[in-house]
């Protein structure tokens, strides 16, 4: 059974930094492409950033430069590194992957920035 539990949100000021973390369990994670997305009150949900078997990564163009995505094969996590926060980046970030012709989906970890 595919699990994704997401953890690290919280609420920052404009400038700060949040790390998030997604543990993934019942995959296989050496193969998995393993993703981020998030979603705000009345918007959809967007992707955000995503780290391929091999390390490559994506991400979406507003969180260039800001954002890092990264995974620790041991732990079979996945982390997000958010720097210089703004109000827009305030969400609901969830943790994916697809595997084996599925979508499996984290719970969700608010992140709520001040201005």
């Known amino acids: 059974q595919v699990r994704l539990v997401e953890s690290g949100g919280g609420l920052v000021q404009a400038g700060g930094s949040l790390r998030l973390s997604c543990r993934a369990s019942?995959?296989?994670?050496?193969?998995?492409?393993m993703k981020w997305f998030r979603q705000s009150p009345g918007k959809e949900r967007e992707g955000v950033a995503d780290?391929?078997?091999?390390?490559?990564?994506n991400y979406t163009d507003s969180v260039k430069g800001r954002f890092t995505i990264s995974r620790d094969y041991p732990r079979t996590t996945v982390y997000l590194q958010m720097n210089n926060l703004t109000p827009e980046d305030t969400a609901v970030y969830y943790c994916?992957?697809?595997?084996?012709?599925?979508?499996?989906w984290g719970q969700g970890t608010q992140v709520t920035v001040s201005s």
């Open positions: 994916n992957t697809y595997y084996y012709g599925r979508n499996f």
């Open positions: 019942g995959v296989n994670f050496k193969i998995a492409t």
């Open positions: 780290i391929r078997s091999d390390g490559s990564t």
